[in-house]
């Protein structure tokens, strides 16, 4: 059996900073980009790069698109296929929730074009998580238009509307972009280590958790470390054998 193709990551794209500012609107204090305008990008710069969506068969052979989760709501699973023949991997899976508002929705109470609306905001949040496209939005704001779908909004009170109270601006500070840049180059080396070794993943986990007991999550995810966090996971990485 002939060897499997070395990827050249010279190839890989790397979309920090590729969407220019006209792309990106707002509704209220959220800045967004819509899902078309991301996929268009992606076609054009990740030539190859497929979005696709994990599916699972229930126990009465019916394939699902919604995963559950322990508190009764759903996730949608997304990735990018890589281009055949580039030796490359398919991207890590990206669970998305499935939301209306801010809230997460119970499984019994999700539509179809929910479903749909969930698996595109993946598409896009998993763009910058791995390719850094808008990543200055993936950090912290939604990069999918949240209010451009009736079913994301909850039915209209009848209590008057009440003002609600000024929201903080974003923390642009040197520190915190520091801070951005930081969980960018430790993502895309765990990335690296990942398409060789994937049992990084749980050996990392396991050695975070070691290190700082408080983390509490049962699956630690880089964007949401602090900087001591993402030194370790750093360190970690660099010294993976």
Request: a neutral charge; proline letters at 7%; one cysteine or more.
């Amino acid at each position: 059996m002939a060897d499997p193709p070395t990827p050249n990551w010279d190839n890989f794209p790397i979309l920090d900073g590729f969407g220019k500012k006209a792309d990106v609107a707002q509704k209220g204090n959220v800045d967004y980009v819509n899902y078309h305008k991301v996929l268009r990008i992606l076609r054009q710069e990740a030539k190859g790069w497929v979005p696709g969506y994990r599916t699972w068969i229930d126990a009465d052979g019916i394939e699902q698109r919604v995963y559950p989760e322990k508190d009764g709501s759903g996730s949608v699973v997304v990735f990018f296929r890589a281009p055949t023949g580039s030796g490359f991997m398919d991207t890590e899976d990206y669970c998305q929730p499935i939301i209306q508002g801010n809230k997460a929705m119970k499984i019994a109470n999700i539509s179809s074009m929910q479903i749909t609306n969930a698996i595109k905001r993946g598409w896009c949040a998993a763009a910058g998580t791995h390719f850094g496209l808008y990543s200055e939005l993936w950090s912290k704001d939604p990069l999918e238009d949240p209010y451009k779908n009736e079913d994301l909004h909850a039915k209209p009170s009848a209590k008057p509307a009440v003002v609600p109270p000024a929201q903080p601006n974003a923390d642009t500070s040197d520190k915190a972009g520091e801070l951005h840049d930081l969980r960018g180059t430790v993502a895309a080396a765990m990335q690296a280590v990942y398409k060789e070794k994937p049992a990084v993943a749980a050996d990392w986990a396991k050695a975070l958790k070691a290190q700082f007991p408080t983390l509490g999550a049962d699956q630690p995810q880089i964007k949401v470390l602090n900087k001591d966090q993402l030194v370790f996971t750093q360190e970690f990485i660099y010294s993976y054998k």
